[in-house]
């Protein structure tokens, strides 16, 4: 079966700005796949070429392994980065009139089913939280049944228990079958959703992987961090490699349990130690030599 969806030498150009310059991949059936830079990485442009919303300046891109058709419209769900609700509706008569756009729409107990909306349905759409006018929106999504679903910054704005919230249900929707591909420039929510991820940054994808294998690739190892002053042995004498910033002694190991032996045998103080295991985030500071979230 070919991939769901697939991308070759994507290209999007504005007056002076290349916003996607040359991206490709192919997104197998039923995974999470998501596209992580920082801000003006490009994500969205190429989300809005792929999903037919602005036309490519080159590229092909093809659905279910050939050329998209006017069908493909049809056949996709849209979560919008920005989308605003009429005020003076309800949360079913929103539904409601998505629901007239296609002939056989999902059924509204099922919507509300999927993303919790049983309690608000009657709600006006200006009475309801952040994180329940996502989840409209994520049903607004559903409504014509889609087997692939775009999602742009899905949980922006949320606060930390409604992304939890919107992430489980967006899991949910995974687990039944249908094919995802998100943006984000949160690690934690690529970390959490995505089964690939391709990490862009000014246009281009310049890796890709499932989130573990990425670490693995380019950060191997956990950082042990205790205070400067916890440690009396002379530095040099030290048995591993270490580095010190700001005040504390910085030891990177691939064997934490070793690691601690070591450390325990020199009589060092642990009370003040942390531990870091490295993420999405130090795979692009590795790369690019800056944060995701500056
Ligand atoms: P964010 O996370 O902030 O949404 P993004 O990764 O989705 O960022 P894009 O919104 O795709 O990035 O923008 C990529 C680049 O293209 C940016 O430099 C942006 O300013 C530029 N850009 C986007 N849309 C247009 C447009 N309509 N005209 C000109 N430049 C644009």
Known sequence: MPPILEVNNLVK???????????????????????????????????????GII?????????????????FQQEIGIQFQHTSLLNFMTVRETLLIF??????PESIERLAEICNLGEILDKMNDR??????????????????????????????????????????????????????????????????????????????????????????????????LPRASVRTPLAELPFSHREVNGRLEITT????????QLLALKVDLAEMTVHSPNLEDV???LTGRKLRE
């Not at 036309?55 to 069908?71: H, Q, S, W, Y």
């Not at 629901?99 to 056989?104: D, G, I, K, P, S």
């Not at 889609?146 to 228990?161: H, M, N, T, V, Y």
């Open 128 to 225: 309801i939280s952040g994180g329940q006018a996502q989840r409209l929106m994520l049903a607004l999504a559903l409504v014509n049944r889609p087997k692939l679903l775009f999602l742009d910054e899905p949980s922006a704005g949320l606060d930390p228990q409604a992304r939890r919230y919107l992430w489980d249900i967006i899991r949910g929707i995974k687990n039944e079958g249908r094919t995802i591909v998100l943006t984000t420039h949160f690690m934690d929510e690529a970390e959490y959703l995505c089964d690939e991820i391709a990490i862009m940054d000014h246009g281009r994808v310049i890796s890709r992987g499932a989130p573990a294998e990425l670490v693995n690739r380019y950060c191997a190892g956990v950082t042990i961090s």
């Open 55 to 71: 036309p490519p300046t080159e590229g092909e891109i093809l659905f279910n392994g050939t050329p998209k058709t006017e069908a």
């Open 254 to 261: 691939d064997r934490v349990d070793a690691g601690l032996a």
């Open 99 to 104: 629901q007239r756009l296609y002939q056989a």
């Open 13 to 51: 150009r504005y007056r002076t700005v290349t916003a996607v310059d040359g991206i490709s991949f192919a997104i197998p059936r039923g995974i999470c796949f998501g596209l992580l830079g920082p801000n003006g990485a490009g994500k969205t442009t190429a989300l809005e070429v792929i999903e």
């Open 284 to 286: 692009f500071l590795h």
